[in-house]
């Protein structure tokens, strides 16, 4: 498995893993003057200020008169931070590669010999319906249950992780019905852009009176123009030339 998969495999999980950890150490978002005056050991206790910050993660809980009490420990905040800057640091160093991957030209080029296009371009568009409304309805899922439970970390890591994972599955639907002629690395980027925009299209979900059909229909719509606009250019384009300097052939290419 090449070096970005192993860094994108460990990193965006682990960096959820990080923020449902930072939130747990963090007062409930719920009732956090109840979380200080229980973690004083004085349930009395009420009408805390609570001061808190995600990022270096730390907490406390202000009773007045001078008594502050740190709800993290500043070891617990150390270790958190280092980590929290490891993580984002592979996260970073993976989402690099992975960009700089979708820009590499060249390849196996895959004919239309003996293809029906037009039946290619349906299975397409209606491959890019079903994508469509289910990855919005999971994106949209997983980022709100993220950021209840992780916070704006949270969320944040459930985005990259929708994003890539949708990028991913898009390209992988255009290599097998999508554009020809065409190359790995055409699909790999015609996905990622189908991707990128339908995380886009999410977050404009709460703009509807009505955010769960209607954003989901939305959602599938974008992504089946996108698909439709994709083949039209592709139509319009040459045939795709290599580079000068030859590439490994593409498993997932097909026969000529």
């Excluded at 200080?36 to 406390?60: K, L, N, Q």
């Excluded at 974008?222 to 039209?232: D, Y």
Aim: proline share 7%; net charge neutral.
């Amino acid at each position: 498995m090449r070096t970005r998969n192993w860094l994108l495999i460990l990193g965006l999980p682990a960096s959820m893993a990080w923020s449902l950890l930072v939130s747990a150490s963090l007062p409930h978002w719920f009732d956090p003057s109840e979380d200080c005056a229980r973690a004083v050991g004085d349930a009395s206790e009420g009408g805390a200020r609570v001061h808190t910050s995600w990022f270096p993660p730390s907490a406390t809980c202000d009773f007045g008169d001078g008594q502050v009490y740190d709800f993290v420990s500043p070891t617990r905040t150390t270790v958190l931070t280092v980590t929290g800057v490891l993580v984002a640091l592979v996260v970073a160093a993976g989402m690099a590669l992975w960009v700089k991957n979708l820009f590499r030209t060249g390849g196996v080029i895959r004919s239309a010999e003996a293809i029906n296009l037009r039946q290619r371009k349906f299975a397409h568009l209606t491959s890019a319906l079903v994508v469509g409304a289910l990855g919005a309805g999971t994106l949209t899922f997983l980022v709100l249950v993220s950021l209840l439970l992780g916070g704006p970390p949270g969320m944040i890591s459930a985005s990259l992780i929708g994003f890539v994972g949708l990028a991913a599955l898009a390209s992988a639907v255009d290599r097998s019905v999508g554009p020809l002629p065409s190359t790995a690395g055409q699909s790999r980027r015609r996905g990622a852009t189908a991707a990128l925009l339908l995380v886009l299209s999410a977050a404009i979900a709460p703009k509807f009176p009505e955010p769960q059909l209607p954003f989901v229909a939305f959602s599938a719509g974008v992504l089946v123009v996108t698909v439709f606009v994709q083949w039209s250019l592709a139509g319009r384009s040459s045939t795709p030339q290599p580079d000068d300097t030859p590439a490994a052939a593409d498993p997932t290419a097909e026969p000529h």
